[in-house]
């Protein structure tokens, strides 16, 4: 019982530790990760998004979404 | 005549044995927390139907042959815990983790109710009649995970005998989040720090999130490799979701596929609810220890979260710091509730994503330690 | 030259037994009957194709090691009829029933057709070369049911060498009861009784949907639990879909996987569609049998409920006693049809749903009945 | 050949009863369900369903619900 | 510390073979192609990942009683393969094939890269530590067929150690068509052969397209049965399609089963690249002659369109002929970018289409000529 | 090793034989197929087909088409 307890008490400490320690290195991982990324794969501009709705008009959309309709019933 | 006794001594009502009545009774409780208080009803509800199914007499639905023994098959070889980890995993955004990675040590902080919990079994053995060996406590243990494949799993492979005690403790807990955590979290902090705003998250790119489940998996095969079965399969549905060169798999992962191993997981767990297996001391030990763990996880998270404030210059909510025991997304939900309860501006539900994930993370690496450590 | 000679004698041209032959036209009967005459082509597709590649000599489809066989597997367990009896629980509706549940005993005597046709079968075995066990007869009287997936779980229980017989006579008589079922139907009515419309019904509470599938699973553990299973996973698919709460799943019930389990049962049930099973008098005799089943269910459900009309103020229409058979939703299209002829006012369809799927209950307790007592 | 006979009527008669049983049964079950759903969870008004869709008129309605109806019927 | 030592032993950086570190970064490298390249993603992806996960020390998800083990049955018994073909009849359109059926000879002509590669497998055993047997070898030369599911049955089937090489090379060229071919294709064609523009096709009546897989799957019966499995799957999807009559199965065949087959064919054969089995000198011969094998392929497809040309009075654009070695659809899109090059009025996509399913089966019958030759 | 050449070359005769005969029969089988499925079922009239979508004017078919495309969206 008493070393039924020890192995519980040692489990847990062990545990927690390589618990912390293991997000404690996905931590500085993912900081790494974020330089690199940041270095290597430099982030195109958001505006580039933001446009995307902007000049179609609501009759458009309505094509659109026809075209898109019959592009489906076609590809599915 | 002779056909007319036959058929009476094949009725349920001259073969059923008080246990099976008992646990019917319990499969419709299950079914009743399901449909009337939406308890996870993903899962309890084919859990209380299979129960149900498993106890009645003459059938033999859940013995050799019966349908629930072959979709077991799937729980004992780990695969269906193991595709429903890749589809949550499909439909998991890391982002809000990303942007903030200090959110990882709420996490891991809220991994404390999982070994707590182990010691707080090993130690309930004082009480006669109750024999839990260290595999035991381990399983009940990952109730604290707060993460229902996980805990599956790992049980499947420890301690199959209280599977279905197990799962249905974790989901139960699960639902019950909104319930359990907050009168915790209030205890433990003060209506200023409730109304702690957060900064605006940073954007995340693409490339970060495609990287990330690769750097993930690295290290835990580095590390940890026994918990790469469930990091590996979550970290697979997650690269096939954040590339979006897979489209079609990754929808398929997310939708069709894990609701057919949902509806077959939820039967086969119910058929491990049997007199026999459930109707035991251990049971009630098993749903105490559930509850302590879901508490003291929760309690963690919120402390640390305090804890990092000491020793930070960018604020954080205390309140996300009990998304870490994951429960994802009710866990976040409810630290979001808090804090606008606190100040109507503050919107913590993106930040308690972070945490929230980061508790999935936790618990399948505390699962990686257990099964690598207990034998 | 010794590579072509071996090859020629890989050849199909070769190898070809003439039994072999007979059934792939068998087959393509099928297929012709699937296709072009809309004979059931969800099962009746696969199921000639299944034939179709099961007699391809030196091919071995359907031989151990072949796609067929591991196919089979799922009928031998009985998981694929019991997962297509939980997506079509989810695809049924109960409320029509509900709303009339005097309609379900023209569900049971519709089931009169199954008996009668097991006296059939024992009766045939004095035609020299016909020699049909209990268990045989019991298989065969099955079809009556007009249920494809009851069919093929009792079948592969009793008789699994008259399966795929067995197969396709219950769905090329299901899809033939728009021409069965009608003559007989204005045989043993006038018109005037054709003319009778029904009240309107009352309307059906969500409660009520809910609770039936679990009031008719504790009925059937009581009563009957060797029809549990069939039961059972019907009621499990009928509660996810009434529930409301797991739409996700109970949409992927009646759809995905049903698919995926209809393909694939399908083949599998073709795989068995051998010349050595099937060229042998005992067909013909299944087949002759099974018409006689559909027709002798017809007129017991229609004179049962003329008997009704006797005892009961609110009048019934005999021509939905007819969709007692089951054989969802033909059965009720074929009533609300020779109403309308008889009373263009007269619509029938709701009304004869209640009927249809009571007999889809009251086959599933037939067979209940037949798996406990015939050994 | 008598003897299977004599089983196979028997089997007639105790299985047409049990079917019969079973459904008078549910009948009677189904009866006591109304009642006590009837009595503890009275159902709600009918207008609540009906107040829903107000605030789009009838015919936009009947345009999408077409649409749907075609759409699912194709579809299915 | 007895823990910790434990953990320090089962960690991955005390366990890591050289091998299995070599074998995940080719797995990181498939990734890579399939995600940054674009490379077949569906599959490389999936195999790709498999190949990482099947290499984690310790975790032994590739070994017995580890997922990707199970998951692994599917290709073993030739389940999974013959499904995905099944998925793929019922996305194929024979209509540009029936319209022109000369173009079949061009699919025929291609499959001359399989034999030339049987050949070219058994003359490199003169490098001193090959030793291709002649299954090897037959295992190998169907990479030349330009078809996935072909090359993992016919490899599974013959030279299960191979698989993993085989199947990368298959996938990996079958991407690099747009590259590979356009340069065999300049160089064997004039621009003016290139500029030939052909006549619009025939409308093909509905009855030829339900026919059509029934005629081919009789041919295959009478003539080649070992290739019985290949062909009658991809017909059963393609009647299930064109018949029209079961829209919810075949949609379900091309969509959600194709798409849970492909994960798990994926990861499985990911499974099977072990350091053991891929870093051979073997491997590189594999890759070698996959690369040939589509070169000739390309060579052979051009060719017997010139020498068609030659006997023939409506022209034939040479470039369809590459669209022979299948790979659809890339192969036929690459035609049509020539052509365009070369004639801006010459749309090439749907005549190219044509040899592009010959392809198909093409190589499906010369993967039963290698089946049932070579044991 | 010669031997195994042999082998080959003799497989790769006889296997581009077997294509190309398998082919050809097919490319023949196509041709009786095209002759007797003109004659048993000869083609309807496409102009039966190009009615169908002739009563619904344009906006119509893209208000459903909204609707539809709404609906899949939801219900996807
Ligand atoms: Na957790
Ligand atoms: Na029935
Ligand atoms: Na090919």
Known sequence: MTELITSGVELMLV????????LVMLI?????????????????????????????DQSSVAAISVAVHQYRTKHK | MGNLNLLWQSTGIHNFQAGQVLMMLVGFLLLFLAIKKDFEPLLLLPIGFGAILSNIPVAGIAEEGGILSYLYLGIKTGVFPLLIFMGVGAMTDFGPMLANPKTLLLGAAAQFGIFATLLGALALNIIPGLEFTLK???????????????????????????????AVAAYS???????????????????????IEMQQMRNVSKVEKIIFPLVLLVLTTLLLPSAAPLVGMFCFGNLMNASGVVERLSKTAANELINIVTIFLGLAVGSKLS??????????????????????????GVIMAKIMNRFSSTPINPLIGAAGVSAVPMAARVANKLGLEANPHNFLLMHAMGPNVAGVIGSAVAAGVLLSLVH
Chains 1, 4, 6 share one sequence.
């Not at chain 1, 900081?31 to 998004?49: A, K, N």
């Not at chain 2, 807990?173 to 109304?195: D, G, H, K, N, W």
């Not at chain 2, 749903?287 to 929760?298: E, H, K, Q, R, V």
């Open chain 2, 136 to 166: 035991d406590a381990a399983a009940i243990a990952i109730i604290g995970g707060a993460d229902g494949p996980t805990a599956i799993y790992v049980a499947s492979r420890l301690a199959p005998d209280l599977l279905g005690a197990i």
């Open chain 2, 275 to 300: 007199a026999d297996a459930f109707l035991k001391l251990e049971t009630l030990g098993i749903l105490a220890l559930g509850a302590i763990a879901f508490c003291i996880g929760t309690a963690t």
């Open chain 1, 15 to 22: 545990g927690m530790g390589i618990v912390y320690a293991f």
């Open chain 2, 173 to 195: 807990y699960m639902a019950l989040v909104p319930l359990i955590q907050p009168p915790i979290m209030r205890a433990l902090t003060t209506p200023e720090e409730r109304s």
């Open chain 1, 28 to 56: 500085a991982a993912i900081h790494v990760m974020g330089v690199l990324v940041s270095r290597f794969f430099p982030e195109p501009s958001i505006i580039d998004g933001l446009v995307v709705n902007n000049g179609i």
